[in-house]
Every structure is written in structure tokens, then in C-alpha cells.
């Protein structure tokens, strides 16, 4: 099948990047990306925000539009950014358990759907008038075989990394396997405007407490003007800090609409500014540091116990915060400088993806491309995020059931365990798409069951345990994932295995039925077959 044009998205916590291909023109080692959006169509940007305005249930602007001074008035306008986590609330609350609250899963679907229409109709609009494989490509090339690489996404919101190792090098682009999971934590970019518009805060109520008129005004008025700092002329900082222009001693930031003059050393504030140091910049940092410091060790642990002969060679860097002069220093001093630590890190050279910002998304149109072109994608083998498992009965056990819920089956008039997890996916087990696990079960029919009205239902569950700590039944660590709907109209009661007709107590002849379960899990979706 020819392609006319590949297209990728890659959907982010802050902003969201478009790539696009087409077979035979675009440049093979480069996807094009989208850098004209509404309300910035005199400036090339590689990405849009992640941001929409509703007034009242209505949507009024999205992604730059935000941002426009000539937003019609409305009493009570809402924006709604930094929504990508909660999609997947069991999951944060996994790696974030302190998140307790937060909107609902109704109104985030709707916040995605918005936003993915209004980026759908600009991207078809720009056509009508006009982590893996991009970081491989822009630094790690040449002969080199068994190559093994540690990729690093740190965004806006979140962290990512995973371990790869380099196949196949006779493509334009290499073939990769994954070692182990990819293990991510909510750390980012946006952590830091937070910590930073709490520090301005504290500081502006120290002011504030000299000045109670600005309260009486404006309850939030410290609130409010820390995170507009925080967007504003912070960013600038943030970008440049560990650059030789970006990183000084001191510097200082204007504080809008300052009332006074006077002078709060208390509170770092001279003649309407704000003084920052150095100090308070890397304490900013750090914090967000330290997470990624624990992903990064979490991973060559992992390989030291699966593989300990193996060596690290490449750490790669993707991401808005991965590509920050100051974070990439931080990691050379603790897994380069800092030899004797790390005994499968020895000869570990550190690099910033090409466009570090839009890496993932140029990566996954690559991706597609020379699977289109070759039949081969970029990264051959995977490893599964997370155990996956079907809700089934098993006969009680008073010990191996201890505490699960029980019922007696009318079929066979014997006892047995429900709700119970059979993993045939686990935390780290290899994947690909062109090998699909299965594994059969049975189902009881008694012989009077209508098979054109009735339909078997296979509860799937999802769990981000460790592998060593599945549960055994379903519960909030094993919460259902989907439900697969069988269509039985098509099957006929004497294809079943009549089991000797045995008879239970009640006299009622049962069949059994034989099934399989298939699941194939591919990069962005899983698929489900019985």
C-alpha cells in the first residue's frame, strides 16, 4: 500500500509538536515539522500549547489563541492546560500518589477531544493551502554494533527513559530492541515554573504584609503575579541557565504593577524587582534533578541484573528539560565524572538529541517511514509497561484463596474463587507486533444457553506493580482496563466438548466451550482477540 503523506503527533504536557513525511520528497533522514499555528502566523514555532479557553461549556480559543490580547469578555473564562496526566488517573496516582483530586474523567476526555479537533483542522488546513529513532539518528552513527543506548525524555510534564540496544545498522535507520521497561515519573520543565511561582509568592506576601491595602483589593494578588512571573521573563532564565550568557550570580526579574518603591530585603525586592541567585536557580533544578538521577539509576540497575556483561555507551537526550545546558552538566558529573559508581557506565559519552524539543515526534514519523519503505520498524523489540491479565474462576483453595471473594458454579455444583487475575502479560516481558501472546481457557454453557443472545465478556485488567508483586485478584492495584464483547451468534452447541455428560446434583448436563485469548501490543494501542 503507497502512502501520499505520514503524519505524527506527538501530544505533550505543555505543547504539543506536528511532524509530517512524504515518501520519495521529504528529505529521508528528516520529517518536516508543522511551525505556522493560529495566532503566530508571523513566527516560525516548532510547537503549540497544549492550552484551551472555554467560556462557560463553550470553546473559545486553543494553543496560541490563549495568548491574544483581543480575547472577547466573558465573566468567568476558564483555561485548561497541563491536563495530559490525569487521562490516565489510576497511573498517576501510581507515580504520584499524593494527587488526590483533580477533574474529572469526562471532562479531561472532553479537553482532548477539543484540542485534537482544532489541531485536526489546522493540520488539514495546512495541507489543503500548502522515544526512539530521532535521538539514534542524531548523534549515535557508524559501524559500531551491540551498541547499547539510555534514552531520556524529560518534557514538560513528565520523564521518560528506556534502554535500547542497536540490531541491525543496515537500515537508514538502525533497528532497536528495548531492555526492560521504560520507567517514567512526573518530572519536568513545569515543576520548575512551579517551584519558582511558589518562591515568588512567599517572598511577594512578606511584601504584602507591609502593604494590607493590595489584599483588600486583590486576595490573590501574590498568587496571581508569581505565576505571571513564572510564564514571563522566567522563561528566558530557565532556558539559559548553565549556558555561559545564562548563568550569572545574580540577576533580577521586574515585578508588574509593583505599588511601591520601597525596598523588602526581606523578601529580595529592590526598586520593583525581584533578585534571584544562582543558588536559588540550582535548587530549582535539583529538585527536578533528583527524579530523573532515580530513572536513569533504575534503569542501569536493571541491566545489571539482567545482563551484567552489558555496557551503556550513549546517553541520549530528548525533551524540553533534556535540553538544558545546566541538566546535561549535572548527569556528565555523576555518570561520567563519577566512574567507579556506575561498573556498567565506563565509557558513557552523553549527547542532546537534533531538536531536542520535537525528537519524539520527527522519531515517530521516521518510524513509520521506513517501516513503510522496508517492512522493518525502527525499534524491532519491546518491553511491556505494565502487566496485563483476564478476570477468570478458579476451583477454591482455602489457602491459595484466603480472602477472595467465592461463589458456588450451578453447572457443577462446585465452589469456586471469582475475579481472579490470570497474567498472561508482565511488567518487562518482550513485545512486538509481529508476535502475539495467547493462552486458552474454558467457560462452562449449560445446553439450553441461546447462543445468538448471549455473549461472552472477558474482563481485562491492567496493573503498574512490580512483576514480583502482581496481585492475585482484582482491586484498585488491578483495576479493569476494558471488557472484550465475544459475538457468539455464529457458533453452534455441538461444537463443544460434552465432558462424558456428566450431570452436577441438580441433573443439568453442562458443555464447554474452548477459547482463546490473543493481545498484541503495539506502541500506541493494545489490541484484544477471542
Known sequence: MTRDLI???????????????????????????????PGKEDKTENKVPTSLIYHGDKLQSW?????????????????????????????????????????????????????????????????LNGPYAAEWK???????????????????GTTDAALLEALDQSHRIPQLKQWGPDFGKPVGSVKIDIAFAALVQARLEIAESSMPSIADDDPDWAKTTAWQMSQDRFQYHKCAFGTTEGTHEKFRMKIPDFPTSHNFPDACIERKHMMFTRKDMCKLFDGQLEGIYSILDNQLDYLKRAKPSKQVNHLVLSGGLGSSVYIKKKLAERYIDNKGRYSNAKHLHIYTADDPQTAVVQGLVLNEAQQHETGNAVLKSRTSPASYGVLCKEPYDPEKH????????????????????????????????????????????????????????STVVRSWKDRAYLPKALGDEAPPLCTIKSDTSALRLENFEKVGYLYNTIGVKFLVAKYKVQVNIEVADILFEV
Open 402 to 457: 484466603l480472602g477472595m471473594e467465592l461463589e458456588r458454579d450451578p453447572l457443577d455444583g462446585k465452589m469456586y474463587a471469582i475475579d481472579v487475575i490470570h497474567w498472561f502479560v508482565k511488567k518487562g516481558d518482550p513485545v512486538s507486533e509481529d508476535n502475539r501472546v495467547s493462552y486458552n481457557f474454558k467457560r462452562k454453557l449449560s445446553p439450553d444457553t441461546n447462543l445468538r443472545h448471549d455473549h461472552w465478556k
Open 138 to 156: 542524531s548523534k549515535v552513527k557508524g559501524p559500531e554494533r551491540q551498541n547499547m543506548i539510555l534514552v531520556c525524555d524529560a518534557g514538560g
Open 7 to 37: 503524519i505524527g503527533i506527538d501530544l505533550g504536557m505543555t505543547y504539543t509538536g506536528v511532524a509530517f513525511f512524504v515518501p520519495n520528497k521529504t528529505d529521508p533522514e528528516r520529517a518536516k515539522l508543522i511551525q505556522k499555528w
Open 63 to 127: 494553543g496560541f489563541l490563549c495568548d491574544s490580547l483581543d480575547q472577547p469578555d466573558h465573566p468567568d473564562p476558564k483555561r485548561h492546560q497541563y491536563f495530559k496526566l490525569w487521562l490516565d488517573r489510576p497511573h498517576l496516582q501510581v507515580v504520584f500518589p499524593e494527587t488526590n483530586d483533580g477533574p474529572s474523567y469526562e471532562e479531561v476526555k472532553k479537553w482532548f477531544k477539543d484540542f485534537l479537533k482544532k489541531l485536526y483542522q489546522h493540520i488539514k488546513r495546512t495541507f
